[in-house]
């Protein structure tokens, strides 16, 4: 039983997954026939947001308020938190603690969400530690492709960009290891490649995987191009962001080369790596990713609420 959830790593198997993929079908299924049940009413969850965002806070939230449950939120604690003052994460969490009954936080510092974790009575829900990891946002991108593609298993799928701050990139690929059949490509430059952390443990586990700097050449043969943001916000300077921040970008001319199966995701918020004229074809699934992520959350937040 998963009591915080702190990383992707969580998950040991792809039937606990599947289970959570079911349940997220079910959620969006009663949400259009109008027939929510509310399990959490008389709960209260916490969003205490340390970093910027729009669809995670807002979904998370939109989840809680669907399930029920009422919500007490800080899109910027950073600045109006008490932590401004100079309080600890820790004691803002077990303040925290005292008025609600599970707490999703985003924070700039990698492990920040561990730390909450370890102080914490209520689940912490990682919604972004830093160049750390994002794992609900890793669960609604696989789900997104078996929505999507109708499996999961055999799928070659290309992440492309900043593979090295890119959280969401790092969540995902934690939950290849569950997920063997599938073969990843991974894109970026050599300044922007995966952790070796993570690339270690891929080998150590036996997940297939290839390294490119170039995307060109695999395009006729994936079934899924994840785009990602290069991570503005960590690099050390401006001059070495500049060096790399366009150096990937989908377009018209590109998507004839694209597999006509094949899907185009993307986290969000893009900049340049996808233009907006892409927007159009049936295979740029990034929007209907993002409202995935609503029902996902929703059953993420019935699991470990209680
Ligand atoms: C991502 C994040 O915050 O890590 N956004 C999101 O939650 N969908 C990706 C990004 O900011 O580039």
């Known amino acids: ?6 990383s992707s790593g969580q998950f040991k198997d792809s039937r606990m997954l599947e289970e959570i993929f ?9 949400d259009q026939a109008g027939t929510l049940p509310k399990p959490l009413q008389d709960k209260v969850i916490a969003c205490l947001f340390f970093e910027p965002s729009t669809r995670t806070r807002f979904s998370f939230e939109t989840a809680a308020l669907k399930l029920g449950a009422k919500v007490i939120s800080s899109e910027n604690a950073g600045q109006f938190g008490s932590s401004s003052k100079g309080e600890t994460l820790e004691d803002t969490i077990r303040v925290v603690n005292g008025y609600a ?13 561990r730390r909450a974790a370890r102080v914490s009575e209520v689940p912490i829900i ?11 946002q890793a669960l609604l991108d696989f789900y997104t492709m078996r929505k999507e593609l109708g499996k999961i298993e055999g799928l070659r799928i290309a992440l492309v960009g900043d ?20 073969q990843f490509f991974l894109i970026s430059p050599p300044r922007l490649a995966v952790p070796q952390k993570i690339r270690a443990e891929m ?17 006729g043969k994936i079934d ?12 050390a300077s401006e001059n070495d962001y500049n060096q790399v921040k366009d150096v990937y970008q989908v377009d018209k001319a590109l998507l004839r080369k694209l597999n006509k199966q094949a899907i185009i995701m993307h986290p969000l918020p893009r900049i340049t790596e996808i233009a907006p004229e892409v927007d159009h074809d049936k295979r740029a699934a990034y929007f209907r990713q993002a409202k995935n992520g609503l029902y996902l959350r929703m059953a993420i937040l019935e699991m470990l609420v209680r």
């Open 22 to 30: 079911q349940r997220t079908d079910e959620w969006e299924r009663w």
């Open 203 to 219: 080998q150590a586990r036996g997940v297939k995987f290839r390294e490119l700097q170039d995307f060109g050449e695999i395009l």
């Open 101 to 113: 009954d599970a707490i999703v936080m985003r924070h700039y510092i990698q492990g920040a969400a």
């Open 163 to 182: 593979l090295l701050y890119g959280r969401t990139v790092h969540s995902l690929l934690n939950l290849a290891m569950l997920y063997k059949s599938c």
């Open 126 to 136: 990682n919604a972004g530690d830093g160049a750390g990891e994002h794992p609900t």
């Open 1 to 6: 039983m998963i009591k915080h959830l702190v």
């Open 224 to 235: 899924v191009l994840y785009m990602t943001r290069v991570q503005k916000e960590r690099f």
